[in-house]
């Protein structure tokens, strides 16, 4: 069955708050383990600040469109970001793997953000662009 391009980007902004949701379960995870690390603890810390304003964003963004967040999705997302927290936090070397996912996971963010970004037009949902391309800056 073939979607609109509207109804694909709804979903891709369900997904990027869930994701975005992920992110912040596992830094707050992070944080509470790094306090041998205080530089690393206070990017963190900063990363974590941006991370709740992008969700608030994308809420704009879906408020925009008339639509809301997935509960599920978030919920789900929420779920995985700590048992992967906790996976890390038994491990001897936590920092790398927790530095190595987060690089990865940042990674994943642009990408979904330039997919949001390319799908504005097309979608009918100009009026979410700034918020997408402020997202995409931090």
């Not at 990027?16 to 603890?41: C, F, G, N």
């Not at 709740?52 to 997302?77: H, I």
């Not at 987060?102 to 009026?127: R, V, W």
Request: hydrophobic share 40%; glycine share 4%.
């Amino acid at each position: 069955m073939a979607q609109t391009a509207r109804e694909i980007f709804i979903v891709g902004l369900r997904n990027a708050h869930a994701m975005e949701t992920q992110a912040r379960e596992l830094m707050e995870r992070q944080s509470e383990r790094l306090d041998e690390y205080p530089e690393v603890k206070t990017k963190l810390t900063d990363h974590l600040q941006e991370t709740n304003e992008q969700l608030k964003r994308l809420e704009q963004c879906l408020e925009a469109c008339g639509e809301a967040t997935s509960a599920l999705k978030d919920t789900a997302q929420s779920v995985m970001a700590n048992a992967m927290a906790m996976t890390h936090a038994m491990a001897g070397d936590e920092i790398l793997k927790n530095t190595f996912a987060n690089n990865a996971f940042e990674n994943f963010e642009i990408a979904a953000y330039k997919s949001l970004l390319a799908l504005c037009g097309p979608a009918g949902a100009d009026n979410t662009r700034a918020h997408i391309e402020v997202s995409l800056r931090v």
